[in-house]
């Protein structure tokens, strides 16, 4: 998977999280409403993620909705530190028993390799709960998962900035917003 910038736009879609967890959050929004709703907007959301969508996208996409609400639901317990709904967490482990792979060791010449084989190939659904997964057991820092601090904004990031100071989802759009909005207030004030 390519790595892409955080405050990135693309198809028109935000990847704005820096996770891809939470650009999957970020799928339903105020502003831009609910990306994937139909098997369309899911085949569309995930093929712009680079994800490979299953031949059956009604039932994926359904999968994805149920999957973003989990998540969605964590957001907020992870920053404070409470304890998850448990229910968002059985969403969430339903979806990793399905991405089971099994230890194996190959002999290439003289030396051993390691490596974890999938039971079957991970949905794009699957790769999103082992993205939350690793994530979790990274050991992220809660402090930098953040709400965008726009006024009219919904979206979710996670703070990836050397000195943790990242307000806005994009500085581009939520950023310059409130930098247009401060200098006309300025401008108002002077006058």
Same mark, same amino acid.
């Given at each position: 998977?390519?790595?892409?910038?955080?405050?990135?736009?693309?198809?028109?879609?935000?990847?704005?999280?820096?996770?891809?967890?939470?650009?999957?959050?970020?799928?339903?929004?105020?502003?831009?409403?609910?990306?994937?709703?139909?098997?369309?907007?899911?085949?569309?959301?995930?093929?712009?993620?680079?994800?490979?969508?299953?031949?059956?996208?009604?039932?994926?996409?359904?999968?994805?909705?149920?999957?973003?609400?989990?998540?969605?639901?964590?957001?907020?317990?992870?920053?404070?530190?409470?304890?998850?709904?448990?229910?968002?967490?059985?969403?969430?482990?339903?979806?990793?028993?399905? &991405?089971?792979?099994?230890?194996?060791?190959?002999?290439?010449?003289?030396?051993?390799?390691?490596?974890?084989?999938?039971?079957?190939?991970?949905? &794009?659904?699957?790769?999103?709960?082992?993205?939350?997964?690793?994530?979790?057991?990274?050991?992220?820092?809660?402090?930098?998962?953040?709400?965008?601090?726009?006024? &009219?904004?919904?979206?979710?990031?996670?703070?990836?900035?050397?000195?943790?100071?990242?307000?806005?989802?994009?500085?581009?759009?939520?950023?310059?917003?409130?930098?247009?909005?401060?200098?006309?207030?300025?401008?108002?004030?002077?006058?």
């Amino acid at each position: 998977m390519t790595q892409h910038p955080p405050g990135d736009f693309r198809e028109g879609m935000p990847f704005l999280g820096g996770r891809l967890w939470i650009d999957l959050v970020n799928t339903r929004s105020d502003a831009l409403g609910d990306l994937v709703s139909s098997p369309d907007g899911w085949q569309k959301w995930a093929a712009t993620a680079e994800l490979e969508p299953a031949a059956d996208a009604p039932f994926e996409a359904k999968e994805a909705r149920e999957l973003r609400s989990a998540l969605a639901r964590l957001f907020d317990p992870l920053i404070e530190g409470n304890r998850p709904p448990a229910d968002a967490i059985g969403v969430i482990n339903s979806h990793l028993r399905r &991405a089971a792979s099994f230890p194996q060791l190959s002999a290439n010449e003289s030396r051993l390799a390691f490596q974890q084989i999938p039971v079957e190939p991970l949905s &794009a659904v699957g790769e999103i709960a082992v993205d939350f997964a690793n994530f979790i057991a990274a050991g992220f820092e809660p402090a930098r998962l953040r709400h965008c601090s726009g006024e &009219a904004c919904s979206l979710v990031f996670y703070d990836s900035s050397r000195n943790g100071a990242r307000r806005w989802c994009s500085m581009e759009v939520c950023g310059n917003r409130h930098k247009v909005k401060s200098h006309r207030a300025r401008k108002t004030d002077t006058e």
